[in-house]
């Protein structure tokens, strides 16, 4: 059993190095994909309390609903739909200021009004993305890109084995 030390008062970038070392070792020993991607699902989400996280994977040519925390989402988006579907095509991260100003932009909730997309990149194919949802505008920046890009690739390892 793992518990996570979460400095509360510390800033966002403080907050994302002294958690990613945690998410590594808290999915390094386990080799199920779902149980790994819940579980920073949660890790996230108790270290920023965002409106919603998860991850969306690739089966069979669309993006399905994978673990998540937050209210209950879109189960399947198309290639090129929506945020998410766009990141995908475009094979990078994606920061929308304003949901409402993102032209297809799929609305899983009305309380979701600025987003951050990275795709999962492994052997140069997009397996999957992590999304997160604020329900405050502008709430993601080149921070955040740096530091969950930074985890998506501490972790491909359990996207591998
Ligand atoms: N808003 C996303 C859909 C997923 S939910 O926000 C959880 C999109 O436009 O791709």
């Known amino acids: 059993m793992h518990e996570l030390r979460i400095e509360l008062n510390s800033n966002k970038e403080e907050t994302y190095k002294s958690l990613l070392p945690q998410i590594d070792a808290l999915v390094s020993g386990e080799q199920d994909l779902i149980a790994n991607l819940a579980n920073i ?36 988006i198309a290639f090129g739909k929506g945020v998410c579907g ?37 052997n140069n194919q997009v397996i999957g993305v992590l999304d997160v949802d604020s329900e405050n505008l502008n709430h993601f920046d080149e921070t955040d890109q740096l530091y969950l890009e930074e985890l998506i690739n501490l972790v491909q390892y359990i996207f591998k084995r």
Not at 47 to 71: I, T
């Open 41 to 76: 699902s949660a890790a996230l989400k108790s270290a920023f309390n965002w409106w919603w996280v998860g991850f969306y994977l690739v089966r069979q040519n669309e993006l399905l609903l994978g673990p998540f925390q937050g209210p209950v989402a879109c189960t399947r």
């Open 86 to 122: 766009s990141a995908w095509q475009q094979a990078q991260t994606i920061i929308v200021a304003d949901v409402e100003k993102f032209p297809g932009h799929i609305v899983c909730s009305s309380s979701s009004k600025s987003e951050i997309v990275v795709p999962i990149i492994i």
